[in-house]
């Protein structure tokens, strides 16, 4: 496998392009948005000057790499001369689901499809395709470029070939992979979420304050950030559909996102992304400011 087509110029889709192009595969970013997709190329070239700045990259693995990523806002075009698609667009499930359709009608025949999907079951996105043993999950963590784990989900009819295939690439690419089954939120994520869930629901019981839960948390768990942190930087509007689809997958209370969360999203304080949640970001700075809302 040489090219790779990834559906989806977001946070994650931008980082996975960036660490393809980066290992030498020939990459076509696609989003339907131009705008998504210049934002994303500029992303990328300030992930490889943090890079450069480390020691990590040169400004000629950059420019090298850069020239590998060419883009598109026609997914049918985008996906025709892929020798693997990796769709990485918003964690809705009807969205994912028409994507699928799309991009098994247009990529070529035998090809594998992969999903970043965090939480979205691979035998549902495999069972609208032609293909559903060459269907599968490849969730990667973000920041893409900086962290090592990619969880490999098996759908229901996953072959084994597609999935020795896809753990080789994995491996290349300079990743961890760790192969788990098609349950609701896999394996990190049915653990992790519902940690972040609970934190979420002792700021909203009162039991202690943003910043108190998130430094118990580092330097009684050491864990590298706080929960309510983390759950800024994922994104609550992840968060929250990740727990959705826990809540109903397993039918049981203890998924249920807490009220603050909900009430969260539908206002649009999205954490990072929308520069504020439990915290307020200001660009360029690195200074964590607990949001007005939680003081």
């Known amino acids: 496998m040489t090219t790779v087509a990834v559906v989806g110029a977001g946070t994650m889709g931008n980082g996975i392009a960036h660490v393809f192009a980066q290992s030498g595969y020939s990459v076509t970013l696609i989003d339907v948005y131009q705008t998504q997709i210049d934002k994303a190329l500029q992303t990328i070239s300030k992930n490889f000057d943090r890079q450069i700045a480390k020691g990590i990259s040169t400004e000629e693995q950059k420019q090298i790499s850069l020239n590998k990523v060419t883009t598109c806002t026609d997914t049918a075009k985008g996906v025709q001369g892929a020798d693997l698609v990796v769709e990485a667009s918003t964690e809705n499930v009807k969205l994912k689901l028409e994507l699928f359709k799309q991009i098994d009608e247009s990529a070529p025949s035998g090809i594998i499809l992969?999903?970043?999907?965090?939480s979205i079951s691979?035998?549902?996105l495999a069972a609208v395709t032609k293909r559903p043993d060459r269907v599968i999950g490849m969730h990667f963590m973000n920041p893409v470029p900086v962290m090592k784990l990619v969880e490999i989900i098996n759908g229901y009819a996953t072959g084994k070939e597609t999935t020795s295939?896809?753990?080789e690439i994995v491996k290349k690419i300079g990743k961890v992979p760790c192969?788990?089954?098609?349950?609701?939120g896999f394996t990190?994520?049915?653990?992790?979420?519902?940690?972040?869930?609970?934190?979420i629901c002792g700021l909203h019981e009162g039991i202690a304050g943003v910043e108190e839960i998130d430094t118990s948390m580092k330097l009684g768990a050491a864990h590298p950030m706080g929960p309510l942190q983390l759950a800024d930087?994922?994104?609550?509007?992840?968060?929250?559909?990740?727990?959705?689809?826990?809540y109903e997958g397993f039918g049981n209370p203890k998924y249920a996102p807490c009220p603050i969360l909900v009430n969260m999203v539908t206002a649009g304080y999205l954490g990072v992304k929308s520069g504020e949640g439990f915290y307020r970001y200001s660009p360029g700075s690195k200074e964590l400011i607990v949001s007005p809302r939680f003081k």
Not at 188 to 199: V, Y
């Open 114 to 118: 992969a999903s970043n999907t965090s």
């Open 122 to 124: 691979i035998t549902k």
């Open 165 to 167: 295939a896809i753990v």
């Open 179 to 184: 192969v788990v089954k098609d349950y609701p």
């Open 188 to 199: 990190l994520n049915r653990i992790l979420l519902p940690m972040i869930n609970e934190a």
């Open 233 to 246: 930087l994922i994104g609550l509007d992840v968060c929250l559909a990740v727990l959705t689809t826990l």
